[in-house]
């Protein structure tokens, strides 16, 4: 069956440090990824697509690659601020056709300290 | 513009009751998803509506139904409530093009004593 793996242990981290996260699927040949925040009390937020065919995508101070190779997605935020706290979820499609079913990792919790 | 609004917010059930989640869009969007979150397991989709008059069951359906009631809503229903369904129920909807990002609501906070 399919598998999402995130690190279920709390990055924390110096504000001004990068922090990278890790994404890694078995038995998945995916077309796109995705990365979403969420804060607590609160509904996921989408922040970036990656397709299988892109190495890289950067919005801002986050940036996320995709190795198809490795099955594995890192999502890095530089220049990390205390708003960065959040958990962060990496979602992949399960299906080929249209409908856009994703699944979703457990998420990795950051905590950036002043 | 308020997104995805999900009512209500918290709700306490006793065994064998029932309710249903309401779920409302204002996007236009073709697609609609209700997923449930539990600690340590991630988002777990229960049902999902590609379009309008349409609806199957994804991952988790056992104990649930589903009423596409119009392009804007997309209720979710336990008829017998049982403790393992205490969770966090998110309403999300999308374009429903393959990629399209998903939009959630802020979710239900259920439990079932």
């Known amino acids: 069956s399919q598998k999402i793996e995130q690190n279920s242990e709390a990055l924390n981290i110096q504000e001004g440090k990068t922090a990278t996260l890790t994404c890694n699927y078995t038995?998945?040949?995916?077309?796109?990824l995705q990365w979403y925040r969420q804060d607590p009390g609160r509904g996921p937020v989408f922040l970036l697509l990656?397709?299988?065919?892109?190495k890289e995508k950067r919005k801002e101070r986050l940036k996320v690659t995709f190795d198809t190779t490795l099955k594995q997605s890192l999502f890095h935020i530089t220049a990390s601020q205390p708003a960065d706290s959040a958990t962060y979820l990496c979602?992949?499609?399960?299906?080929?056709?249209?409908?856009?079913?994703?699944?979703f990792g457990a998420g990795t919790q950051v905590v950036v300290t002043p | 513009n308020a997104g995805v609004t999900q009512t209500p917010k918290f709700q306490v059930l006793k065994t064998g009751q029932s309710m249903t989640l309401q779920c409302a869009q204002d996007?236009?969007?073709?697609?609609m998803y209700w997923y449930r979150q539990d600690p340590g397991m991630g988002l777990r989709l229960i049902y999902y509506?590609?379009?309008?008059?349409?609806?199957d069951k994804g991952e988790v359906p056992n104990g649930y139904n589903v009423s596409r009631l119009n392009k804007r809503e997309f209720s979710l229903r336990l008829e017998s409530a049982a403790p393992s369904q205490t969770s966090v129920y998110f309403c999300?909807?999308?374009?429903?093009?393959?990629?399209?990002?998903?939009?959630f609501g802020n979710g239900t906070r259920l439990t079932v004593t």
């Open positions: 996007m236009n969007h073709n697609s």
């Open positions: 979602a992949l499609d399960m299906t080929t056709d249209s409908w856009g079913k994703l699944q």
């Open positions: 990656i397709r299988e065919n892109e």
């Open positions: 999300a909807s999308s374009q429903g093009t393959g990629s399209s990002p998903l939009h």
């Open positions: 509506s590609a379009s309008e008059g349409t609806t």
């Open positions: 038995n998945y040949s995916p077309a796109y």
